[in-house]
Nanobody, 124 residues
Framework: EVQLVESGGGLVQAGGSLRLSCTAS????????IGWFRQAPGKEREAVSA????????YYADSVKGRFTISRDGTTSPVYLQMNSLKPEDTGVYYC?????????????????WGQGTQVTVSS
């Protein structure tokens, strides 16, 4: 069974940090792009960051550039999203996902395999 699992969410004060992890089972994880998305209450889900098969292909939304870092080491190790200088507007459920039938890491519509999400709450 193909599965993605997020962890690392929690409650943090503004200015704090969290590191999210995305682990996978049921497929060759290191060969697939991974994206991090978030959904705040009452808002549409948005792409936060994505990484291709290696760290030469990385995307960040403008709202998180300079604060978030996505990483992977090309093995079965987790894909991480290091989130620093967190703001209350970063609050939401964070999901990792993969475009299981595509290697186009910036084609958000192709992301079809999702984790269950992890809650991130940033207090002011």
């Amino acid at each position: 069974e193909v599965q993605l699992v997020e962890s690392g969410g929690g409650l943090v004060q503004a200015g704090g940090s969290l590191r999210l992890s995305c682990t996978a089972s049921g497929f060759t994880f290191e060969n697939y792009p991974i994206g991090w998305f978030r959904q705040a209450p009452g808002k549409e889900r948005e792409a936060v960051s994505a990484i291709g098969r290696d760290e030469s292909m990385i995307y960040y939304a403008d709202s998180v550039k300079g604060r978030f870092t996505i990483s992977r080491d090309g093995t079965t190790s987790p894909v991480y999203l290091q989130m620093n200088s967190l703001k209350p507007e970063d609050t939401g459920v964070y999901y990792c996902a993969t475009p299981f039938y595509s290697d186009l890491y910036l084609d958000w519509d192709s992301y079809d395999t999702w984790g269950q999400g992890t809650q991130v709450t940033v207090s002011s």
